[in-house]
C-alpha cells in the first residue's frame, strides 16, 4: 500500500517549545524522521499507528485520549495509520537554543 503524507498543523512556537497537531487518516504517514529535540506526545483520539523503524521492523502503538508519553531526540521512524480511523496527537517539541 502506498501511502500518503499525515497531516501537521503547527500550533505555537516559542524559544522553548514548538507544539504541532498530527492527523493521520487511514493509509497516511508521517516519513522518515528523526528527532531533534526530546518531545512529548498528547494523544487527541484513541486508535493504532504502526511505527516503522529505520532497519524496517514495525511496532504497532496504541494510544489512548490524554495518555501522554515522552521520547528523547534521536529517536528515528517512520509514523504510520494502517488502520480504518483516523487517529490524530499533539506533538510538544522541546526546542534547545544557544544562548
Same mark, same amino acid.
Given at each position: 500500500?502506498?501511502?500518503?503524507?499525515?497531516?501537521?498543523?503547527?500550533?505555537?512556537?516559542?524559544?522553548?517549545?514548538? &507544539? @504541532?497537531?498530527? !492527523?493521520?487518516?487511514?493509509?497516511?504517514? @508521517?516519513?522518515?524522521?528523526?528527532?531533534?529535540? !526530546?518531545?512529548?506526545?498528547?494523544? &487527541? @483520539?484513541?486508535?493504532?499507528?504502526?511505527?516503522?523503524?529505520? !532497519?524496517?521492523?514495525?511496532?504497532?502503538?496504541?494510544?489512548?485520549?490524554?495518555?501522554?508519553?515522552?521520547?528523547?531526540?534521536? &529517536?528515528?521512524?517512520?509514523?504510520?495509520?494502517?488502520?480504518?480511523?483516523?487517529?490524530?496527537? &499533539?506533538?510538544?517539541?522541546?526546542?534547545?537554543?544557544? !544562548?
Amino acid at each position: 500500500m502506498e501511502l500518503q503524507p499525515a497531516t501537521s498543523t503547527q500550533q505555537l512556537e516559542t524559544d522553548s517549545v514548538r &507544539v @504541532t497537531r498530527w !492527523d493521520f487518516p487511514p493509509g497516511t504517514e @508521517t516519513g522518515d524522521h528523526r528527532h531533534e529535540f !526530546d518531545y512529548v506526545v498528547v494523544p &487527541v @483520539t484513541d486508535g493504532t499507528l504502526t511505527i516503522v523503524m529505520p !532497519d524496517g521492523e514495525a511496532v504497532e502503538a496504541a494510544l489512548t485520549i490524554g495518555g501522554t508519553y515522552e521520547r528523547r531526540a534521536g &529517536v528515528a521512524h517512520n509514523v504510520t495509520n494502517q488502520s480504518d480511523q483516523i487517529v490524530s496527537f &499533539v506533538e510538544i517539541e522541546l526546542l534547545e537554543h544557544a !544562548d
